[in-house]
């Protein structure tokens, strides 16, 4: 099956989840679930932008000499008021004086006694910071559908907000298999090696903002891997790596069909990735990765992903990889008659292939910051115009 077939098909049978409100400072990533409309005015009031001294503009300047009347800190309106000849100390973010249009910073002022003398000329409106020049309420300020950023979380705050309402929290179980495999800080056998996928996997799931509950590892035996799925299928989501091509030692195919699971696709024309599956048991979207890292990530990039954003409550065009245009930095050639994704490095414009593009090698992959899609037998020469994917 072509790659864009699959994806169409996952992503048919994942649906948002029902929306919740949560404390804003939780969040970081998830998807907006309805517009939010500002409900105060920013600046909240009229205020300083200095320390310095609130006064009436068109009666000062260079030489001016000004009465210093009173004092206006931050956090409390004292409601005072000046006059032309007359200044107000102020500071901050402190409501400016009634009868004052302009702020003079302290370091453009003498200080005389209760005197001050004005060494600048004053223009109207200087560093005051006027009620709603930022933000009018009543304006929006967040679309459905849009991610929350950092800095939206500051201005939603700043608007007074607590709790806001996104998408559904996806619970995510991860099932590695394999009899090779051994836990990183284990003492390994020989013939055996580290098992790394389920820790990939778990970190590119976690920064695409979804909750991990389980981590399992299963060796390559069926009643081990059923126990595994069973359990696993109470979640959203289910990501299994390994045991999913064409060997004897392959049984997770055969264990989702023993679970009940409903086998929607299986081998997805892409290099790395080739055997991937995907099924669903009741509401859990279950994905088979091939076991060889890379071949693991890429499938991740490219089916789990757009299926675990579509399940957080992102819109259809947030759904893709980043892509950006680049030069290529060498020829890239694919001899396959699959897509190929090339990984590589892109800097300053030019991307590079790095490292060996075989499915197991992970150091070149821990170098690239982007991948290339080469199509099937295609010939893409050194200084060629190409649009590469990155993944953030
Ligand atoms: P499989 O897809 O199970 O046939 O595995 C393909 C290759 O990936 C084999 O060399 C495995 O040893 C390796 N492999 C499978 N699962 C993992 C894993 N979780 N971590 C690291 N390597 C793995
Ligand atoms: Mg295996």
């Not at 200095?50 to 931050?74: F, H, K, W």
């Not at 060498?330 to 075989?358: K, L, M």
């Not at 992959?365 to 010939?379: T, Y």
């Amino acid at each position: 099956m072509q790659q864009e077939e699959a994806l169409a098909r996952i992503l048919q049978e994942v649906q948002p989840l029902p929306a919740r409100s949560i404390a804003l400072a939780d969040a970081v990533d998830c998807f907006a679930a309805s517009d939010i409309f500002a409900p105060v005015s920013l600046p909240l009031f009229d205020n300083s932008a200095m320390d310095g001294y609130a006064v009436v503009a068109n009666s000062c300047v260079a030489g001016t000499r000004l009465a210093v009347i009173d004092e206006q800190p931050a956090g409390i309106d004292r409601g005072l008021s000046v006059a032309p000849g007359e200044a107000i100390r102020i500071f901050t973010g402190a409501p400016v004086p009634r009868g004052a249009d302009a702020i003079v910073m302290q370091e453009d002022t003498t200080v005389a006694g209760s005197e001050i003398v004005i060494n600048v000329t004053v223009e109207q409106g200087e560093f005051v910071r006027r009620r709603g020049a930022d933000v009018v309420a009543g304006q929006k300020i967040l679309s459905a559908g849009e991610r929350v950023r950092p800095a939206t979380i500051g201005l939603l705050a700043a608007q007074g907000i607590a709790d806001v309402t996104v998408g559904g929290e996806v619970r995510v179980a991860i099932i590695s298999t394999g009899d090779e495999l051994a836990a990183p800080g284990a003492v390994l056998q020989p013939g055996q090696i580290y098992e790394s996928n389920s820790s990939l996997l778990r970190a590119l799931s976690e920064k695409r903002g979804v909750k991990v509950v389980s981590v399992t590892h299963c060796p390559d035996r069926a009643d081990a891997i059923r126990a595994a799925l069973r359990a696993g299928a109470a979640c959203d989501a289910m990501i299994i790596s390994g045991g999913v091509s064409v060997g004897a030692r392959d049984l997770v195919k055969a264990a989702l069909a023993q679970v009940g699971a409903e086998l929607q696709l299986w081998r997805v024309a892409v290099k790395p990735g080739k055997p991937f599956l995907f099924g669903r048991a009741g509401q859990c979207a279950m994905f088979g990765l091939p076991g060889n890292p890379v071949s693991a990530f890429v499938t991740f990039l490219l089916f789990v992903r757009p299926a675990l954003l579509r399940l957080m409550g992102a819109p259809d065009d947030a759904l893709s990889l980043p892509s950006v245009p680049a030069r290529l930095g060498a020829d890239v050639q694919n001899d396959s008659e699959r897509v190929h994704y090339i990984r590589g490095v892109i800097a300053a414009g030019i991307f590079t292939p790095f490292g060996r593009q075989e499915s197991h090698a992970l150091f070149g992959l821990s170098r690239s910051n982007a991948i290339l899609k080469v199509g099937p037998a295609e010939l893409l020469a050194e200084g060629a115009e190409v649009n590469i994917f990155t993944w953030g």
